[in-house]
């Protein structure tokens, strides 16, 4: 079975998953807030899963069980490690017994800590690959960053070589055949490496302070706190609600005294350094719809938007 792991905190020390890596690559802002739930129970209210991602990790745990029972079938020196007991215990005799397949191994080094869905032995060369079961059809950016942190822990916890490659087993085509697609570990381990740099320092420097979280970006998938991220974008009435503004337009903006919406559509400024006066009339204009549906919805939440007709 899929074990979903994700930052908790023993003893008053913070353990990091892979997973924690990939969210906080999707959305700063959904990384803090998760730490400031952890540290906080029950002051924050995250969404609920949609149904959408329950039926998602419920596909996806069938998927892992078929790939496991393939696996039964071809190889007899498979592994099966259990949470009870000394998982780490089992999972360093496992390998140095050179079991060809490890399910489930816990792998844990430093700050970080996960369970890796398949390890598996190249025999040719005599060194242990991470696998990982994926019901997507092609591989995602972010899958490279998860088996690149369990390579990494793979080998720190158990002084084998760090992994060459590391590899996915996709979900079934048409015809029921899973395809797998592997990768070798050093096209990613520096960016990998990068990311958790820069996750672990927002880490050491968080202090709680709302008004210091990371600026929610309004199209990242920000999780179980996608409806906190659209309040903090609405109660700053922040520039990024302007639509079809870029971050390079918001910076300038920023820099010329014009950081919300309310701002913007108010201006009587006609030029801004490095901005086409074309780009801000279009912005401006832009905003000012926005604000005055906006106020029409104030009076009457089913008023139509203002809008123009261009020619």
């Not at 906080?24 to 802002?29: C, I, Q």
């Not at 916890?157 to 992994?163: D, F």
């Not at 996915?168 to 029921?176: K, S, V, W």
């Not at 990242?220 to 700053?236: F, M, N, P, S, V």
Request: glycine share 6%; with cysteine.
């Amino acid at each position: 079975m899929t074990i979903i792991h994700k930052m908790r905190k023993i003893c008053g020390t913070f353990i990091y998953s892979p997973r924690d890596l990939v969210r906080y690559l999707e959305s700063p802002f959904s990384s803090w807030m998760g730490r400031y739930h952890l540290e906080h129970p029950g002051s924050l209210v995250p969404d609920e899963l949609s149904e959408d991602a329950e039926l998602i990790i419920k596909t996806g745990e069938v998927h892992e069980q078929s790939i496991l029972e393939r696996f039964r079938g071809t190889y007899s020196d498979l592994r099966e490690i259990s949470r009870d007991g000394d998982s780490v215990a089992d999972v360093r005799e496992a390998i140095q017994r050179r079991y060809a397949i490890i399910y489930q191994a816990k792998l844990e080094a430093g700050e970080f800590a996960g369970y890796a869905d398949f390890v598996i032995l190249d025999e040719s060369a005599d060194r242990y690959q991470i696998w990982d079961a994926k019901l997507a059809r092609s591989p995602k950016p972010y899958y490279a960053i998860q088996l690149c942190c369990y390579s990494e822990l793979f080998a720190e916890m158990t002084g084998e070589p760090m992994p060459e490659k590391f590899g996915l087993i996709l979900g079934a085509d048409a015809n029921g055949i899973s395809e797998r697609v592997e990768f070798r570990t050093e096209d990613f381990i520096h960016y990998y490496r990068n990311l958790k740099k820069c996750f672990l320092e927002m880490q050491a420097a968080f202090d709680g302070n709302f008004d210091r979280r990371p600026i929610p970006d309004p199209r990242a998938d920000h999780g179980r706190w996608q409806t906190h991220a659209d309040r903090y974008l609405d109660e700053k009435d922040h520039l990024v609600r302007v639509a079809g503004i870029s971050a390079g337009q918001i910076k300038k903006l920023d820099e010329a005294g014009i950081g919300t919406l309310t701002a913007l559509a108010e201006t009587g400024v006609s030029s801004i350094v490095k901005m086409p006066s074309t780009t801000l009339g279009k912005l401006v204009h832009q905003a000012r719809l926005q604000k005055e549906t906006r106020e029409l919805r104030q009076a009457d939440k089913n008023a139509t938007a203002r809008f123009d007709i261009l020619p």
